[in-house]
């Protein structure tokens, strides 16, 4: 049973740490601003989110085993997904929607309304990070204002420009999440159509994936911008 376990757990950090395979690697110094790391939506997309991912995920797993369930290696599998959603990968969050769905219609309707819920979240913390942005634009502006009239405290600049460097790195970490999110849910919707599923409802499901690439897309421009602006500043 224990050997089970580990397997499960296993393949349960393998899953929701595949959201994060291709993250910078966050080594910048200086303090991030709060609003990235201590704000409502911070656990949507950060590193918090994927601890508590793994965190539920092996406390439904260790249930199972520890339940009187028939089947412990299916019931493991739903735990981990429910704790990760489509974090998991497509093929155990479609696993587990079938498990539930076995209407087609149904397990369509619930995939297009969990990619809603996945876009509000995008949304909302969209917001908090266009407000830092803006933030950390006007203090660049600031900074090479001094830079050309020659009044700008160096060893400030420096701290401030640390802080920003840590937000881009946050702010780049949320985004490479959201964008693994969407590339999973079209795994799904592809597996979907390979599966023989109706071509007019797996559309349905797509559109609203399109609709979740779009937001995620428009904050990647607007955190690369923010690291094209960065990048201009040279103290000497």
Request: glycine share 6%; aromatic share 4%.
């Amino acid at each position: 049973m224990w050997v089970t376990l580990m397997m499960a757990v296993s393949l349960v950090l393998s899953g929701c740490a595949s959201t994060g395979s291709s993250l910078p690697d966050l080594t910048t110094s200086g303090t991030a601003d709060p609003r990235l790391t201590s704000s409502d939506d911070a656990k949507f997309f950060s590193a918090s989110g994927f601890q508590a991912c793994t965190v539920g995920a092996a406390t439904g797993i260790l249930a199972c085993m520890l339940s009187n369930s028939g089947n412990k290696a299916a019931c493991a599998a739903v735990a981990g997904v429910a704790a990760c959603g489509v974090a998991m990968g497509a093929n155990y969050y479609l696993d587990d929607r079938r498990a539930k769905y076995s209407n087609t219609t149904q397990r369509l309707n619930a995939m297009t309304a969990d990619v809603q819920q996945e876009t509000a979240k995008v949304a909302t913390r969209t917001s908090t990070l266009k407000r830092v942005i803006e933030d950390d634009k006007q203090q660049i502006a600031s900074i090479q204002q001094g830079i050309k009239a020659k009044t700008v405290d160096k060893a400030t600049a420096q701290k401030d420009i640390a802080t920003i460097d840590k937000n881009i790195a946050l702010m780049r970490k949320d985004v490479s999440n959201m964008k693994a999110r969407v590339t999973e849910f079209e795994n799904v919707a592809k597996l979907e159509r390979e599966g023989g599923s109706s071509q007019a409802e797996v559309q349905k499901v797509e559109a609203e994936i399109y609709k979740m690439n779009t937001k995620v897309a428009s904050l990647q421009q607007e955190v690369d911008g923010l690291y094209n602006q960065r990048s201009a500043i040279t103290l000497g």
